[in-house]
């Protein structure tokens, strides 16, 4: 049962385009090889990559997107990340 549940979802998960961002702290050269991985991926729509270090981007930037990766050793500010 569990098997043909998923065969049926799979075409669906592959067709969905997601929407991504890379909210990080450090340059984008650090995370280069992660950024084109995903860029090369067809599931991913949209990849962003956007400079964090001096601030915490706020909640309405954050919910344009499917699926974030943050990284880097600057401090988030938690309130904005709900």
């Given at each position: 049962?569990?098997?043909?549940?998923?065969?049926?979802?799979?075409?669906?998960?592959?067709?969905?385009?997601?929407?991504?961002?890379?909210m990080?702290t450090?340059?984008?050269?650090?995370?280069?090889?992660?950024?084109e991985?995903?860029?090369?991926?067809?599931?991913?729509?949209?990849?962003?990559?956007?400079?964090?270090?001096?601030?915490?981007p706020?909640?309405?930037?954050?919910?344009?997107?499917?699926?974030?990766f943050?990284?880097?050793?600057?401090?988030?500010?938690?309130?904005?990340?709900g």
């Amino acid at each position: 049962m569990r098997v043909s549940m998923l065969i049926l979802l799979l075409p669906a998960v592959i067709l969905a385009q997601v929407d991504v961002a890379f909210m990080l702290t450090t340059p984008r050269d650090r995370w280069s090889e992660a950024i084109e991985f995903v860029e090369n991926d067809p599931r991913f729509d949209r990849v962003d990559y956007i400079y964090c270090r001096s601030f915490t981007p706020p909640l309405v930037a954050m919910q344009q997107y499917d699926v974030i990766f943050t990284g880097g050793s600057t401090y988030w500010d938690q309130d904005e990340f709900g």
